[in-house]
């Protein structure tokens, strides 16, 4: 997943968009639910903004990378499914 990024004086990057929860929802095709619960447990993290909770789109593929790799070894139970 390719992103524009923004530099800083400090020569830091930004994400030039945040995903919501909903949005990281339907790129990995789970529910919002499973968004939260993968946060809680560590495998992906997010960005706090007061009460919003947003997610770079790097980490998302970073994610999606993780769970390939350890696809190929290994089933893992990566939360809840929705019905």
């Known amino acids: ?3 524009a990024t923004t530099t800083t004086e400090a020569s830091q990057e930004i994400p030039a968009k945040l ?3 909903k949005e990281v929802a339907s790129i990995l095709n789970c529910c919002e639910k ?4 993968l946060r809680k447990a560590g495998k992906i993290r997010a ?3 007061n009460a919003a909770v947003r997610y770079t789109p790097a980490e998302v593929d ?10 190929e ?3 893992t139970d990566n939360g809840p499914e929705c019905s």
């Open 34 to 37: 499973t968004v939260f619960t």
């Open 62 to 71: 970073r994610f999606i990378q993780s769970q390939m790799t350890q696809s």
């Open 47 to 49: 960005v706090k903004i």
């Open 1 to 3: 997943m390719a992103t």
């Open 73 to 75: 070894s290994s089933e």
């Open 19 to 21: 995903l919501t929860e």
